[in-house]
């Protein structure tokens, strides 16, 4: 099926520090994109969203950019906390309304 | 506000039983849901596309008459999966949106934790 990761890679940041996830999505067609954060036994949690018009889109202490060329999106996380440790998703909008979601980051938190 | 409820959170059954799973909008109307499930360590994988007073459109490899959608209302959708099996076992999730599609995000229950003996 369609993304189906098998293993969740990792990034590990010291607390306070900036982190940065990456995504690459598959379709060119697709004009929207959202970051989910899950956490261990829980639904996807919204973060922020960016419509294909924009290249980037700011939150509180999140970013997100869209480089549409290389259709790659990345989700940058200031000022790290360990509330923050899950695994980060990023789906993108396809053809009759359906949420395809990226392999996912494990972020990792320590103090 | 964009709550989506799911029920229940975990269910253990045997073998060739069937089990029912509730979604259901809160505080906003769905007229479309989406189902997804998710094994360990891996991504969300959409299973099927629930429609308000018609049938459900599932995605490729999804047996249809494994897992029955049923979408009554315009806040919920119940997933049952029939006769099943330990490869069932899985984390099973379902979302909807209050607003436009392709505009606005895709909100999740907590998910239904299946586990098949």
């Known amino acids: 099926g369609e993304n189906v990761g098998l293993h969740l890679p990792t990034l590990s940041v010291q607390e306070g520090d900036n982190s940065i996830i990456n995504c690459a999505y598959s379709?060119?067609?697709?004009?929207?994109f959202i970051w989910y954060k899950q956490e261990s036994g829980k639904g996807p949690q919204f973060i922020i969203d960016?419509?294909?018009?924009?290249d980037k889109r700011q939150g509180q202490r999140v970013t997100v950019l869209l480089n549409k060329t290389v259709k790659h999106l990345s989700l940058q996380i200031a000022a790290t906390q360990p509330g923050d440790s899950a695994v980060y998703f990023c789906?993108?909008?396809?053809?009759?309304?359906?949420?395809?979601f990226g392999t996912g980051t494990r972020l990792q938190v320590f103090p | 506000g964009a709550v989506v409820s799911q029920h229940p959170s975990r269910v253990i059954c045997k073998s060739g039983t069937s089990v029912k799973i509730e979604c259901r909008s809160l505080?906003?109307?769905?007229?479309?849901m989406f189902w997804y499930r998710q094994f360990p360590k891996q991504s969300l994988m959409l299973m099927a596309t629930?429609?308000?007073?018609?049938?459900?459109?599932?995605e490729q490899g999804v047996e249809k008459d494994k897992f029955l959608i049923n979408h009554a209302s315009l806040t919920l959708s119940t997933l049952t999966v029939t006769s099943a099996h330990p490869e069932d076992s899985s984390f099973y999730i379902c979302?909807?949106?209050?607003?436009?599609?392709?505009?606005?995000?895709?909100?999740f229950g907590n998910g239904t934790r299946l586990t098949v003996t």
């Open positions: 979302s909807a949106r209050p607003g436009v599609p392709g505009n606005s995000p895709l909100h």
């Open positions: 379709n060119s067609a697709s004009d929207y």
């Open positions: 960016i419509r294909s018009n924009m």
């Open positions: 789906a993108e909008n396809m053809k009759a309304d359906k949420l395809i």
């Open positions: 505080d906003f109307q769905a007229t479309t």
């Open positions: 629930s429609n308000e007073g018609s049938k459900a459109t599932y």
